[in-house]
């Protein structure tokens, strides 16, 4: 069975500086990976996607992602955060092996960006 | 661009009646879903549907759920009898796998659900 793990609940960080929130991923299959982005009291917005291809991806809001599979992970990162950037944030993994491409999601985490 | 709507978008309902709730998915796409977030947890998937049936349950989707496509349009999940447990947020999602945007599935805004 897939399931997706988010290394720290919450994450602080000042504006400007470097953004890294942590996803690592367990699946039997090639993965395909995904982060979401949830505002206050909004649905889910998709950032980015990994599926095939080239291993770092970007996506948007210059979020970008790299997919390591000897690490099996999936780490967002931003070079310089933005008070925009304050919201939750959701590593996904789709269910190949069940066919119907259902999302395994991580507990998320909480990006506070401070001025 | 295309999106995904659901209604309504809070429903406030007594333990033991029936809600349903409505998602417009986007027109082109097959597989349909539903998952629900309990405040301040993750975002669990319900139900998967594709060619008007279903096509995967998770445990939570008892014989309380039901869903529907009914018109081609409408997706709806029905809760028979609610329980306080089922206070949640319920979001609406749609994918397509065609072309670029393959294997990203659409969410709507979501449906909060407040049992009392």
């Known amino acids: 069975a897939q399931s997706v793990t988010q290394l720290g609940s919450h994450v602080s960080v000042s504006e400007g500086a470097l953004v890294l929130l942590r996803c690592n991923y367990s699946?039997?299959?090639?993965?395909?990976l995904f982060w979401y982005v949830q505002y206050p009291n909004q649905g889910l917005q998709l950032l980015l996607k990994?599926?095939?291809?080239?291993?770092l991806v970007k996506g948007i809001n210059g979020f970008e992602a790299e997919f390591k599979k000897s690490e099996t992970s999936f780490h967002l990162t931003k070079p310089s955060a933005h008070m925009s950037d304050a919201a939750e944030y959701f590593c996904?993994?789709?269910?190949?092996?069940?066919?119907?491409?259902?999302?395994?999601f991580g507990q998320g985490t909480t990006l506070q960006v401070k001025p | 661009e295309p999106e995904v709507t659901q209604t309504p978008s809070h429903q406030v309902t007594q333990m033991g009646q029936e809600v349903i709730l409505r998602c417009v998915p986007i027109?082109?796409?097959?597989?349909f879903y539903w998952y629900r977030q309990i405040l301040g947890q993750k975002v669990e998937f319900l139900v998967s549907?594709?060619?008007?049936?279903?096509?995967?349950k998770s445990e939570i989707f008892d014989d309380q759920f039901s869903v529907e496509r009914p018109d081609g349009s409408n997706f709806t999940l029905k809760i028979r009898s609610t329980k306080l447990e089922d206070s949640a947020m319920y979001f609406c999602?749609?994918?397509?796998?065609?072309?670029?945007?393959?294997?990203?599935?659409?969410f709507g805004p979501g449906t909060r659900l407040t049992v009392t």
């Open positions: 996904a993994v789709s269910d190949l092996s069940s066919n119907t491409g259902k999302l395994i």
């Open positions: 699946s039997s299959v090639p993965p395909y």
């Open positions: 990994y599926t095939t291809g080239a291993t």
């Open positions: 027109s082109n796409h097959l597989y």
């Open positions: 549907f594709y060619n008007n049936e279903i096509s995967e």
């Open positions: 999602a749609g994918l397509g796998l065609a072309g670029a945007n393959s294997y990203e599935q659409y």
